[in-house]
């Protein structure tokens, strides 16, 4: 199977929702964790920050031969975190079964909305 243990996503940042009235999406960020395993895959997150300590020891189950996408606006699912809108932060993801992790964001903050998806690094 293909995939890695370790990801490390760089460039986190929810934008705003929906900041003007005339756009139709909505802003969001997510992390996509793909277990393509027969075995449900053991995910442990860290995140950093650049002004304040790391939350570490997030953990969450990726059921087997499923993708798991996490909002990082979402507390209930992000470990009780709650990263806030408009913040830089940086992900150390690691798994006991290889994984795939990639990142996307939609930011809709002027009209011409940007869209961005990335492979995290994998080792």
């Known amino acids: ?10 460039d986190g940042y929810c934008p705003a929702p929906n900041p003007l009235e005339s756009i139709k999406y909505m802003g969001h960020e997510c992390i996509m964790i793909l277990n393509t ?3 449900e ?8 920050f650049s002004d304040r300590d790391p939350v570490e020891g997030i953990t969450l189950t990726v059921p087997p031969k499923r993708i798991m996408t ?5 507390k209930e699912v992000f ?3 709650d990263v806030g809108l408009h913040v830089q932060y940086s992900l150390e993801i690691h798994s006991d079964k290889d994984v795939i992790v990639q990142y996307g964001r939609m930011d809709v903050q002027q009209p011409n909305l940007a869209y ?6 994998g080792e």
């Open 116 to 121: 961005m998806a990335l492979l995290g690094y």
């Open 70 to 74: 996490i909002n990082s606006s979402d």
């Open 37 to 39: 395993n027969e075995q």
């Open 41 to 48: 895959a053991h995910v442990r997150i860290t995140i950093y």
């Open 79 to 81: 470990g009780g975190v």
């Open 1 to 10: 199977m293909g995939g890695k243990k370790s990801w490390y996503i760089v």
